[in-house]
């Protein structure tokens, strides 16, 4: 079982980055899949979660208005679109899988089973 998370980079603020995370060994049709994001020296926060139908998503207010996740059960793929980007996103951003199928969408880490390996968003000003 592994997610993989790609999509990172450096840009400059104001710019996009389209994060893509899928999955491998596992199905993702049939869980709440989280985004989250991770600065040095600090807590790893809750970025936005998706329902397993897609119909749900939940977004932190930091990235209201400025972040989109979106999935495509098909190619077992969730994507998280970064917009208006500023440099206090920069962090290590990480997708991950609920610990229960067909769960309601979580905020907190711990219901969280599996996770990818991180890709580095930069942004300067």
């Known amino acids: 079982v592994q997610l993989v998370d790609s999509g990172g980079g450096l840009v400059q603020a104001g710019g996009s980055l389209r994060l893509s995370c899928v999955g491998s060994?596992?199905?993702?049709?049939?869980?709440?899949i989280g985004w989250f994001h991770q600065a040095p020296g600090k807590e790893r926060e809750f970025v936005a979660s998706?329902?397993?139908?897609?119909?749900?998503?939940y977004h932190a207010d930091s990235v209201k208005g400025r972040f989109i996740i979106s999935r495509d059960n098909a190619k077992n793929k969730v994507y998280l679109q970064m917009n208006s980007l500023k440099p206090e996103d920069t962090a290590i951003y990480y997708c991950?899988?609920?610990?229960?199928?067909?769960?309601?969408?979580?905020?907190?880490?711990?219901?969280?089973?599996?996770w990818g390996q991180g890709t580095q968003v930069t942004v300067s000003s």
């Open positions: 991950a899988t609920h610990g229960r199928p067909w769960s309601d969408i979580s905020t907190h880490t711990d219901d969280y089973a599996y």
């Open positions: 998706i329902s397993w139908s897609g119909a749900g998503t």
């Open positions: 060994g596992i199905s993702l049709g049939n869980s709440v």
